[in-house]
């Protein structure tokens, strides 16, 4: 069920998270080693949701043990916040961006194993995969100190309302390292 969303228009964008499950990573970005992350400014994270452009600022990514946590700053009347703990290989997300394995791959099932990741209007419930059919998320490589990745999910509030995030890419600076 969708909701009455309010959305920046973004023509022309790949754009942000979503889809139940992605069977070739990050969808349109076959063969790219960024899933065309690099085309987009420091700092950017956009996707489609509910078939709408969204683009959120402010993207940065932090560590937390071997925990990482992605983070969108409000934008649209939405923002996102995305944590990977383990790789489909049974890595940990810190260890293999210190050994610097990527890309990397992250389930994001309604368990919570491997991650999650939650969308947040600015007022009400909020959307998590932990409550749906949850997607992936792909680490693709580092810039600098930037993160490059894509993702795709279905996230839902909980009454059940789903939201659908496809095409989502990243460029999130590094903010905070919490050891």
Known sequence: MSKSLRFVEN??????PGLLIL??????????SSCGAEAIDPGVIEATVDGESWEGGAAT???????LQINSASSGGWWLSAVAQTTVDGAGVGDALAAGDLPAEVDLP???AGGWATFYPDSGDSYSTKLAAGGTLTLARQDGADLLGCFA????????DEVTVESGRFRAAEGLALD
């Open 153 to 160: 999910f279905v996230a839902a509030n909980g009454a059940g």
């Open 11 to 16: 023509a022309g964008a790949v754009l942000l």
């Open 23 to 32: 069977a070739a990573g990050c969808g349109s970005a076959a063969g790219s």
């Open 61 to 67: 990514w932090m560590l937390a043990g071997s925990s």
């Open 110 to 112: 309604e368990s919570g």
